[in-house]
């Protein structure tokens, strides 16, 4: 449980750091990791990268709000299209009032120039992940969501530029099809998302980042998510003979 409690803190971890965490010497992590890895709880990532854990491990905890069901099949579809295109591809889920990321493909991505994204918390109104989901939930929740929003106002005159901020969130990603982010936040990337659904029910979002300035064929990107996209809400992996659009 230890193991578990400190994989669960990062994306991707090595024997080494558990060892040196726990006190357990390296042969015994290594045994450690095998039995949780035929229990379904922690899966290898590769030669060299090490170990993350599984979603499984959201049994452990009540109310956990992480992608059912869609979930293994949408991370396979986020790390093939980081394959394909080598940009770095993300899931996330709402918590509250924000959109946080359960599952990033940075460990394998090469065009990935920060360590993890994990936990982050994403806003609704300037994030692509979190306007992708602002924009395709119910009506209903929309309205919640933006009243949570509002909680935040000092004034009536900010509650009411929220509520335009938001109806123009909304009017321009279901418009496009598309939660984007270009450069308002973090302007040294671009990322897009589109919304993740399980049957009728919205699950989540899936979404991609790449350099403001590289040379992306932006529609061709945002082809390859939508795909990928279908993909997940199909059940099944994208098939595409796309090559690098990077």
């Known amino acids: 449980m230890r193991i578990l409690e400190l994989m669960n803190r990062a994306p991707v971890v090595r024997v080494q750091y558990l060892s040196e965490e726990t006190g357990l010497p390296a042969p015994t992590v290594v045994r450690l990791l095998e039995t949780l890895m035929v229990a379904g709880y922690v899966r290898k990532i590769g030669r060299q990268a090490g170990y993350c854990v599984t979603e499984k491990v959201a049994a452990f905890g009540a109310g956990h709000h992480g992608l059912p069901q869609v979930f293994e099949v949408a991370r396979a579809a986020a790390e093939d299209l980081t394959q394909r295109t080598r940009w770095p ?56 969501l933006v009243a949570l929003l509002q909680k935040s106002a000092s004034s009536e005159k900010e509650v009411e530029a929220i509520s335009q901020r938001a109806a123009s969130v909304v009017s321009l990603t279901r418009a496009s099809g598309f939660g984007e982010r270009m450069g308002n936040v973090q302007p040294e990337t671009h990322s897009i998302a589109v919304p993740l659904r399980m049957g009728e029910k919205l699950v989540g979002t899936l979404g991609i980042t790449y350099f403001a300035k590289s040379q992306v064929d932006v529609n061709a990107l945002k082809v390859e998510l939508r795909e990928a996209a279908d993909a997940c809400e199909a059940g099944r992996l994208p098939q595409s003979d796309a090559t690098s659009l990077g």
């Open 89 to 144: 591809t993300a899931l996330a889920t709402l918590d509250v009032d924000a959109l946080v990321i359960r599952f990033s493909t940075i460990p394998i991505s090469p065009l990935s120039h920060y360590q993890s994204t994990i936990n982050r918390r994403m806003t609704l109104l300037e994030y692509a992940h979190g306007r992708a989901y602002l924009g395709f939930c119910p009506a209903e929740e929309r309205q919640h």
